[in-house]
């Protein structure tokens, strides 16, 4: 049996194969943030289509951290209801489900909730100032707001949740010094900027426990001039791994990392052009023992099959083939080894910015001939 097929664990958390559904924005929530049965139907077609461990949605953890309409919310009890749902609907699928949760910081969407951006400093466009500097105060409650989405995941009943640290949101933002320009001690060094990530990850151990696997995503690097680096992304998962992180999952980039872009548009028609942070993950595994997942850019089984069997990633992460083929995983188990047919050409995200919900433009006008 390929090792992609492998059953493994996570803390308690036991995968029936290697194969991640990496977090993305559908569009599908209420506009509250609560959950939809069409989001439920999303993921429970991922339970059933084979996926090792679905995550969710990018799942703002409070009213500010919001960075698009219809996202998923963790921010209040009164969205348990729709969220335990999702989790009864995976589990009866046959699957397992982790909860990603996020704050947008600088880039949170002013014009959907009213609220003012923060973020680690003032950051500026050609109309001047769209983000404030948190206060320490502001720090302190966004830390004790994703300790409590941690908590209201593990009651809604998820197996785990992942905090998003990645792709210019709040966490990335003070990891990354295009970002952060602070004075106090959440900036300089990279030790100082890692502080929150070390912080929020300790206040969620605090409310789930020992027994519930907390994973983080992060850049391997942003791709820009004085922003985080493969040495910056090392030392912070040095410091996770110390910490009692459960799982790193790695991507790269940030909006203004241009065609660096985490979402990045074009064909990949080659093997060669598979696996954008291949050289940042075999560098992560010679120095940081905690299970390592690998998103970006990877399409074929072969190459996947390398990377775990070469040591490269322990788990490899999907999001827009999952989109186009949510059954993809039972497809390659099948014998069926041909690859994702995702034509990475982001048409996936219009429907969902036009409040339709995220679908496969492709598929979908292939079904309707």
Same mark, same amino acid.
């Given at each position: 049996?390929?090792?992609?097929?492998? !059953?493994?664990?996570?803390?308690?958390?036991?995968?029936?194969?290697?194969? %991640?559904?990496?977090?993305?924005?559908?569009?599908?929530?209420?506009?509250?943030?609560?959950?939809?049965?069409?989001?439920?139907?999303?993921?429970?077609?991922?339970?059933?289509?084979?996926?090792?461990?679905?995550? !969710?949605?990018?799942?703002?953890?409070?009213? *500010?951290? =919001?960075?698009?309409?219809? =996202?998923?919310?963790?921010?209040?009890?009164?969205?348990?209801?729709?969220?335990?749902?999702?989790?009864?609907?995976?589990?009866?699928?046959?699957?397992?489900?982790?909860?990603?949760?996020?704050?947008?910081?600088?880039?949170?969407?002013?014009?959907?909730?009213?609220?003012?951006?923060?973020?680690?400093?003032?950051?500026?466009?050609?109309?001047?100032?769209?983000?404030?500097?948190?206060?320490?105060?502001?720090?302190?409650?966004?830390?004790?707001?994703?300790?409590?989405?941690?908590?209201?995941?593990?009651?809604?009943?998820?197996?785990?949740? =992942?905090?998003?640290?990645?792709?210019?949101?709040?966490?990335?933002?003070?990891?990354?010094?295009?970002?952060?320009?602070?004075?106090?001690?959440?900036? $300089?060094?990279?030790?100082?900027?890692?502080?929150?990530?070390?912080?929020?990850?300790?206040?969620?151990?605090?409310?789930?426990?020992? =027994?519930?696997?907390?994973?983080?995503?992060?850049?391997?690097? #942003?791709?820009?001039?004085? $922003?985080?680096?493969?040495? #910056?992304?090392?030392? %912070?998962? %040095?410091?996770?791994?110390?910490?009692?992180?459960?799982?790193?999952?790695?991507? $790269?980039?940030?909006?203004?990392?241009?065609?660096?872009?985490?979402?990045?548009?074009?064909?990949?028609?080659?093997?060669?052009?598979? &696996?954008?942070?291949?050289?940042?993950?075999?560098?992560?595994?010679? @120095?940081?023992?905690?299970?390592?997942?690998?998103?970006?850019?990877?399409?074929?089984?072969?190459?996947?099959? @390398?990377? &775990?069997?070469?040591?490269?990633?322990?788990?490899?992460?999907?999001?827009?083939?999952?989109?186009?083929?949510?059954?993809?995983?039972?497809?390659?188990?099948?014998?069926?080894?041909?690859?994702?047919?995702?034509?990475? #050409?982001?048409?996936?995200?219009?429907?969902?910015? *036009?409040?339709? $919900?995220?679908?496969? &433009?492709?598929?979908?006008?292939?079904?309707?001939?």
């Amino acid at each position: 049996m390929s090792k992609l097929f492998e !059953t493994t664990t996570i803390n308690i958390m036991a995968l029936a194969n290697r194969f %991640v559904r990496s977090a993305t924005w559908e569009g599908m929530a209420n506009e509250d943030g609560s959950c939809t049965p069409k989001l439920i139907d999303l993921v429970v077609q991922l339970a059933q289509g084979g996926v090792g461990l679905i995550i !969710t949605s990018h799942t703002y953890v409070s009213r *500010e951290g =919001q960075a698009s309409p219809w =996202q998923l919310g963790v921010y209040s009890d009164e969205l348990l209801p729709g969220l335990t749902e999702m989790t009864e609907a995976v589990h009866k699928a046959g699957g397992k489900i982790a909860m990603q949760i996020t704050h947008a910081g600088c880039h949170g969407a002013f014009g959907l909730t009213g609220l003012e951006p923060l973020g680690p400093s003032v950051m500026e466009n050609e109309k001047g100032p769209f983000c404030r500097e948190m206060t320490q105060e502001e720090i302190r409650e966004t830390i004790r707001a994703f300790g409590q989405g941690a908590a209201r995941a593990k009651k809604a009943g998820f197996d785990g949740v =992942q905090i998003h640290a990645a792709h210019g949101y709040l966490l990335s933002q003070f990891l990354s010094p295009f970002y952060n320009k602070r004075k106090d001690e959440y900036g $300089g060094s990279i030790e100082n900027r890692a502080k929150i990530v070390l912080e929020v990850f300790q206040s969620v151990r605090a409310v789930v426990g020992d =027994q519930f696997p907390v994973m983080i995503k992060m850049n391997s690097e #942003d791709f820009l001039n004085g $922003g985080f680096s493969v040495e #910056d992304m090392l030392q %912070v998962a %040095v410091m996770l791994e110390k910490a009692g992180v459960d799982a790193i999952e790695l991507s $790269g980039g940030t909006r203004y990392s241009g065609k660096y872009f985490p979402i990045r548009k074009g064909k990949i028609d080659s093997e060669e052009k598979e &696996v954008w942070y291949r050289e940042a993950a075999k560098r992560y595994k010679e @120095k940081i023992n905690v299970p390592l997942m690998l998103v970006g850019g990877i399409r074929s089984y072969g190459v996947a099959e @390398k990377l &775990v069997e070469e040591g490269i990633t322990d788990y490899i992460s999907f999001c827009r083939p999952l989109i186009r083929e949510p059954d993809l995983i039972n497809r390659w188990k099948s014998g069926d080894t041909r690859k994702a047919s995702c034509l990475s #050409d982001n048409l996936c995200y219009k429907p969902a910015r *036009e409040g339709q $919900g995220l679908y496969c &433009v492709v598929e979908e006008q292939l079904r309707s001939k």
